[in-house]
Nanobody
Framework: QVQVVESGGGLVQAGDSLRLSCAVS????????MGWFRQAPGKEREFVAA????????YYADSVKGRFTISRDNAKNTVYLQMNSLKPEDTAVYYC????????????????????WGQGTQVTVSS
């Protein structure tokens, strides 16, 4: 059973930075596409960022491009989301997900393409 555990959320002010971490159990972490999604109150869960198996390819939602950076450390079975210049509209529960399969724009942005999910970590950005 693969376990996905997010950490690092919290309450920050607009303009601050925050780094989320996501630890994944098992010995096949390096084979997974890893993604971050978020869900704001009253809204549907949306794609934030994704990375391929070695971090060499990444993809971002337009709303976070230039502010957020996804990275991974396969030796630690961990993926990160560095969030800079945070805005109140970034307030959401952030979810980490692992996908067994290819890294393509037609798959990685869709929730149903991911096999394993964490429970989420709350990020609140005050104005």
């Amino acid at each position: 059973q693969v376990q996905v555990v997010e950490s690092g959320g919290g309450l920050v002010q607009a303009g601050d930075s925050l780094r989320l971490s996501c630890a994944v159990s098992g010995r096949t972490f390096s084979s997974y596409v890893m993604g971050w999604f978020r869900q704001a109150p009253g809204k549907e869960r949306e794609f934030v960022a994704a990375t391929n198996w070695n971090g060499g390819s990444t993809y971002y939602a337009d709303s976070v491009k230039g502010r957020f950076t996804i990275s991974r450390d396969n030796a630690k079975n961990t993926v990160y989301l560095q969030m800079n210049s945070l805005k109140p509209e970034d307030t959401a529960v952030y979810y980490c997900a692992a996908r067994k399969g290819s890294f393509t724009s037609s798959t990685m942005i869709f929730q149903y393409q991911y096999n394993y999910w964490g429970q989420g970590t709350q990020v609140t950005v005050s104005s």
